[in-house]
């Protein structure tokens, strides 16, 4: 239940709002369903002989507007208290009588019309939707002094948590305060018209946010806007200094023919100047990074860089872990991160990223302050995979986007629960659907390696494959087969394989892999390791020797001891699993 307060100056225009057809003749059967003492006249429902709507909505104007006209000029300019009240689609159909109730509470609990109080401001609650009902109170009591309504959002926000429970409906998530704006009616309304899937204002927001993804410094921020195609207009002070910015899509006009513009503090709290300075202030240097093109050198940078920002990630995952109040920055430095992958991935990831950044945004901002944490890592990371440019997602660059995603899902699990210890419902609601996005995303992106990396195990001698399959069943405490090796370690495998042709010790390694974490978030623990290890052993994510063949083909390779492996139409396994949803602890 959505509560959303207005303040106006005209009873009579509002009211012939409510009655009327709506904007899009989306308003049906307008009545009330409450007022001040349950006899206001009703424009709806008045079915007298000499019936007349407009009379009838002049006298309720009149009757809410009276004591108003007697307080003179000590009522306020804005005198009109507005709040519309909406269900979730998902909820029951409320009868009047429950939206009396809903009324009644409302505006008992922000101090219009406290229960029993015969001096309480009069009120109407209008319905002309199955979903919602609009309150209408004038902000002049009975004795004609002014209410006391300090925090009234607040107020308002939580009484309809508390009907939520009582009338057994869907129950939101309290929020704090630090939330971005939400796009008005009429913003919306405007989308529709003119063609957009999406407001100007949450466009913006998405564009700034990308381009201070590791920007280096002011300067560089400003371009990056420039370089996205927005209207860009710096507000200077007298010295010249530059105090804010505004910003405007182009083609986004008003009814004046001029550009709409949005203060970056309108868009989000965190995209106002200042706090953008706050955060620049720790900048990572400036590369000299050139944009790659598709050779094979370019493409190895800009796996290298990806492989990086994995081992960065994961050191965020393990302060967010340790649930000190320094971990909110390593939040505001993640949501960098994940922009930075989201403009910069292959067409088959790029909706899921872009979704994931857009919700892990919620979860950057909270109330918490932490003063003395470094994010250079993180927001260095974000500025190497910007400038590396576009993965191509079809090789080595490819497998290591999937070893940083893999990362990212277990930073954002380890999101919400920082979260969650701290009562941010809507943080922690952020992060673990970001969690969600995150996983379909890896999903796309490790399909390829992890493919590759089984056929690799295929081909071992049976012997080193039972070898290093019973290194794994004897470090995770799993009892040993008796049937031989088996598919589900063949990833896992393979990659120790690699990791002991490199002079690893593939014990060793595997032990550092399960120690460097706790691995109950991962429900597949097994390809978790493969990126871990992977990592730990500087191992190219995709392995040696793993080239796609070429279409057409159906090379084989005989194994000592094995049977032929094919490696054009290879041997079905198991469905590719989702490693980070939660399992039973082993």
């Not at 007298?48 to 709507?53: H, T």
């Amino acid at each position: 239940m959505i509560p959303k307060i207005r303040r106006g100056s005209r009873t009579h225009g509002l009211l012939a709002y409510l009655y009327g057809p709506g904007k899009r003749d989306e308003h049906t059967d307008p009545h009330l369903v409450g007022s001040w003492d349950g006899f206001a006249p009703d424009p709806g429902r008045d079915t007298g002989a000499d019936a007349d709507p407009k009379a009838t909505m002049t006298r309720l104007a009149a009757a809410l507007d009276l004591r108003v006209k007697q307080a003179g000029t000590a009522a306020p300019a804005q005198h009109v208290w507005h709040c519309s009240v909406r269900t979730d689609p998902g909820d029951r159909t409320l009868s009047d009588e429950e939206w009396n109730t809903v009324a009644r509470r409302l505006v008992h609990a922000v101090n219009l019309a406290p229960e029993g109080d015969p001096d309480g401001c009069r009120w109407v609650a209008v319905r002309h939707a199955d979903d919602h009902i609009h309150i209408l109170a004038t902000m002049v009591r009975g004795d004609l002094r002014r209410p006391r309504m300090n925090y009234d959002f607040k107020k308002a926000q939580a009484e309809c948590r508390r009907i939520e429970k009582e009338m057994g409906l869907r129950q939101l998530k309290p929020g704090d305060g630090t939330a971005a704006t939400n796009p008005t009616s009429a913003e919306r309304f405007k989308a529709e018209r003119t063609g957009r899937t999406e407001t100007p204002r949450e466009s913006l927001r998405e564009v700034v946010r990308q381009a201070v993804a590791g920007a280096a410094d002011e300067a560089e921020f400003f371009t990056r806007l420039r370089e996205a195609g927005l209207r860009v207009k710096l507000r200077h002070a007298p010295s010249g200094d530059v105090l804010g910015y505004n910003v405007a899509l182009p083609g986004d006009r008003n009814a004046s023919k001029e550009p709409v513009w949005f203060a970056g503090s309108t868009l989000a709290p965190d995209l106002s100047l200042p706090q953008i300075r706050r955060r620049l202030t720790d900048s990572p240097a400036k590369t000299a990074t050139p944009r790659p093109d598709t050779s094979r050198t370019d493409r190895s940078a800009s796996a290298r860089i990806r492989r990086e920002a994995a081992g960065t990630a994961e050191r965020a995952t393990a302060v967010l872990d340790e649930d000190g109040d320094e971990a909110a920055a390593q939040l505001v430095g993640a949501g960098e991160l994940l922009d930075a992958l989201a403009q910069t991935a292959p067409a088959a990831t790029r909706a899921e990223l872009r979704d994931a950044a857009r919700a892990f945004e919620r979860a950057t901002r909270s109330h918490v302050r932490a003063e003395n944490a470094d994010i250079r890592a993180l927001r260095s990371a974000a500025r190497g995979i910007v400038h590396a440019g576009t993965a191509l997602g079809r090789g080595e660059d490819g497998g290591a986007t999937a070893m940083v995603l893999s990362t990212l899902v277990l930073l954002t699990l380890a999101a919400a629960r920082w979260h969650s210890a701290r009562g941010h419902a809507q943080q922690a609601a952020a992060s673990r659907q970001a969690a969600e996005h995150l996983r379909a995303a890896y999903r796309q992106s490790a399909a390829t390696p992890l493919r590759a990396m089984r056929e690799k195990a295929q081909v071992l001698p049976e012997p080193e494959r039972r070898r290093h399959e019973a290194t794994i069943r004897a470090t995770l405490g799993e009892p040993a087969t008796r049937t031989g090796a088996t598919e589900r370690f063949d990833a896992l495998a393979a990659t120790l394989a690699e990791a002991e042709k490199a002079g690893h010790d593939p014990q060793a390694l595997l032990e550092e892999a399960v120690d460097r974490r706790e691995l109950e978030t991962a429900r597949d623990m097994d390809t978790v390791l493969v990126w871990r290890i992977r990592r730990l052993a500087d191992l190219p994510a995709l392995p040696n020797g793993s080239a796609k063949p070429k279409a057409g083909t159906n090379s084989t390779k005989k194994a000592p001891g094995r049977p032929v492996a094919r490696t054009a139409t290879p041997t079905p396994t198991r469905p590719t699993t989702d490693p980070h949803r939660p399992a039973p602890r082993r």
